[in-house]
């Protein structure tokens, strides 16, 4: 009964966190020309490091041929490098130059301005009950990964 509980309450989870990331989606972009999808893959790939195209594009939920059109603007903007892979040459890898660094930390910034606006009005006992429930979930989640479970 409990596993039946933790489902549905995980699935309610899913959707609470689809409806607070449209809310963030919706504050203003803070670089003008870059949309969100080209600021989060810069992010991801600054976080993440070297990825190649087609994870990326699974990932960020796209066609291939629809995010080459991102990476060629950011390409050509100086904010990823593109190299094909030698092994294996129908792969393709792109990573963040120092330029890009910088824009993905400062599309970080913002992304944290945004979530303390969205939570500011919290009461300092649900801040304190959701970042502890939450300090719980990314322990339990970093063994699971750390574990492959």
Sequence with gaps: MAHKEFVKLFESNILLFDKLADKLKREPSFLAGYPRQQLSIL??????????????????????????AAFRKLERDGFVLRK??????????????????QVAAQAMDAMRNAI????????????????????????????MEITNA
């Excluded at 094909?84 to 660094?101: C, F, L, M, P």
Aim: net charge positive; with cysteine; aromatic share 4%.
């Design 84 to 101: 094909i892979d030698e092994q294996d040459r129908r792969n393709t890898w792109y990573s963040v130059t120092k330029a890009g660094e």
């Design 43 to 68: 992010v991801r790939l600054h976080i993440g490091g070297p990825a190649r195209l087609k994870d990326i594009a699974r990932r960020e939920m796209v066609t291939t041929p629809n995010l080459c």
């Design 116 to 143: 303390d606006r969205l939570f500011s009005k919290l009461s300092r006992e649900d801040e304190s009950a959701l970042t502890n429930a939450m300090k719980t979930i990314n322990n339990i989640l970093t063994r």
